[in-house]
């Protein structure tokens, strides 16, 4: 069974930083791409940004692009969101997500989520 679990929100001040973690369970980290998206209230999820089994070459929303970088340890299992210079409009619940495609569907999977606050 796939299980991802975020960790690492919390409160910060405008222009602070945080580090998200998302742990993987249940399939093959390793081969797996691998995606961050937010939620702010009354907002739909947006994509914040993705990587690659390999993690070459990372890829961002416009809305953080040079702001946050995102990177993976495959032997931890596990995919990181380092959040710089964090604005007010940042402030979300922040997932992580696998997407698996059987060949026929695209198959979403995402994690409890884990609240990011940045306020003064």
């Known amino acids: 069974e796939v299980q991802l679990v975020e960790s690492g929100g919390g409160l910060v001040q405008p222009g602070g930083s945080l580090r998200l973690s998302c742990a993987a369970f249940g399939f093959t980290f390793s081969s797996s791409a691998m995606g961050w998206f937010r939620q702010a209230p009354g907002k739909e999820r947006e994509f914040v940004g993705g990587i690659t089994w390999s993690g070459v070459a990372p890829y961002y929303a416009d809305s953080v692009k040079g702001r946050f970088t995102i990177s993976r340890d495959n032997a931890k299992k596990t995919v990181y969101l380092q959040m710089n210079y964090l604005k007010s409009e940042d402030m979300a619940v922040y997932y992580c997500?696998?997407?698996?495609?059987?060949?026929?569907?695209?198959?979403?999977?995402w994690g409890q989520g884990t609240q990011v606050t940045v306020s003064s």
């Open positions: 997500n696998l997407n698996v495609y059987d060949g026929k569907y695209n198959h979403d999977y």
